[in-house]
T-cell receptor, first 110, second 109 residues
Framework: ETGVTQTPRHLVMGMTNKKSLKCEQH?????MYWYKQSAKKPLELMFV???????ENNSVPSRFSPECPNSSHLFLHLHTLQPEDSALYLC?????????FGPGTRLTVT | DAKTTQPNSMESNEEEPVHLPCNHS???????IHWYRQLPSQGPEYVIH???SNVNNRMASLAIAEDRKSSTLILHRATLRDAAVYYC??????????FGKGTKLTVNP
């Protein structure tokens, strides 16, 4: 257990569906992150939030919409996804040097 | 982003030491050397980080070359649970982590 939880752990959705991924950290950290890990590709940073404010958007398509209502929670809202968006979506939090990752949500878009 | 070079894969035997190399010839003075690992079906896990001096913690040791252009992550006694992809990452301050392909470590029983 890293102190970062993600739900759901697995998600299958059609291209016309709307779904949300949830991340919660119990570590009192101020920064939270969304990463995407596609098969056989390195982890890609998607979004960064510091003190609830988005500080980085790594050219992510608008069909991915993040939300950070407070320092402990981070959401990724998904709509009209494409099959190539199927991947492992990882959330992380940090205070200083170390980032703590959740177990990820395995997303399959059909 | 500063880059690192790691072997694609390495093999080790259980209960033997493992030395995972990383080259970072373009490292700048403010870059910290971070190591993370990712076990199968899990998110990455922080292992260790350092700036100039060698570092030890309960998981591993980090040996940093005097010119800082290379470093080595040392697992003192590999176990089957250490089989993972190990990432060596340079990071200045609170900049974002940029993951490469890492080294896939296989531990043989």
């Amino acid at each position: 257990e890293t102190g970062v939880t993600q739900t759901p752990r697995h998600l299958v959705m059609g291209m016309t569906n709307k779904k949300s991924l949830k991340c919660e950290q119990h570590l009192g950290h101020n920064a939270m992150y969304w990463y995407k890990q596609s098969a056989k590709k390195p982890l890609e940073l998607m979004f960064v939030y510091n003190f609830k404010e988005q500080t980085e958007n790594n050219s992510v398509p608008s069909r991915f919409s993040p939300e950070c209502p407070n320092s402990s929670h981070l959401f990724l809202h998904l709509h009209t996804l494409q099959p190539e968006d199927s991947a492992l979506y990882l959330c992380a939090s940090s205070q200083r040097h170390e980032q703590y990752f959740g177990p990820g949500t395995r997303l399959t878009v059909t | 982003d500063a880059k690192t070079t790691q072997p694609n894969s390495m093999e080790s035997n259980e209960e033997e030491p493992v030395h995972l190399p990383c080259n970072h010839s373009t490292i700048s003075g403010t870059d910290y050397i971070h190591w993370y690992r990712q076990l199968p079906s899990q998110g990455p896990e922080y292992v260790i980080h350092g700036l100039t001096s060698n570092v030890n913690n309960r998981m591993a040791s980090l040996a940093i070359a005097e010119d800082r252009k290379s470093s080595t992550l040392i697992l003192h006694r590999a176990t089957l649970r250490d089989a993972a992809v190990y990432y060596c990452i340079l990071r200045a301050g609170s900049e974002k982590l940029v993951f490469g392909k890492g080294t896939k470590l296989t531990v043989n029983p």
